[in-house]
């Protein structure tokens, strides 16, 4: 299914939601893997920490202040296109993330991000945090990092609240 830019798909399935966000991104996927992995970049736009990109590597993020930190196997890498690990601590339940890039020109790549979260654990603010990191990675991209902005997340909470509670949702994944 090819999503159009920004675009959120839900879906439920078995007590869990998943959401996928997609942003084009007018850098080269070189450019754009870079920030998903270098220690580098990934605090101009997520938290600090390191994603080693191979399997069986970690994903260790520190988000300080909100006390939330992921410490999670990575599952999945293909480079400069695929890189799945968990947005979990141990002991946990898996909240998995997938990240997929594809290039849509000489210079412009397609970012698509898979959340899944227990339905339990407020799937709309979990997926409007990340749409809100989505934003700051787009600035980072730019050379111009931002804090994480606050109202986009409210914003994307409420829609995204909205939907789930609508049942606009697909019923199966």
Known sequence: MRLPVGARALRRADGRVEGVLARDLPHPAERVWAHLIAPEFLPLWLAEGRVEPRLDG??????????????S???????LQALDYSWSGP??????????LRAVGPAETRLLLSVTTPEADDPARALAGW???????????????????????Q????????ELIEGDVQAAM
Not at 91 to 100: F, N, S, Y
Not at 155 to 162: D, E, I, K, N, Q
């Open 58 to 71: 970690f994903a260790r993020l520190d988000f300080g202040q909100s006390g939330s930190a992921i410490d």
């Open 73 to 79: 196997p990575v599952t999945q890498v293909i480079p």
């Open 91 to 100: 002991g946990e339940p898996e909240r998995p993330l997938r990240w997929r």
């Open 131 to 153: 749409d809100a990191h989505l934003e700051m990675l787009a600035a980072a991209l730019e050379g111009v990092p931002i804090k994480f902005p606050f109202q986009h997340f």
């Open 155 to 162: 914003a994307a909470r409420a829609a995204l609240s909205a």
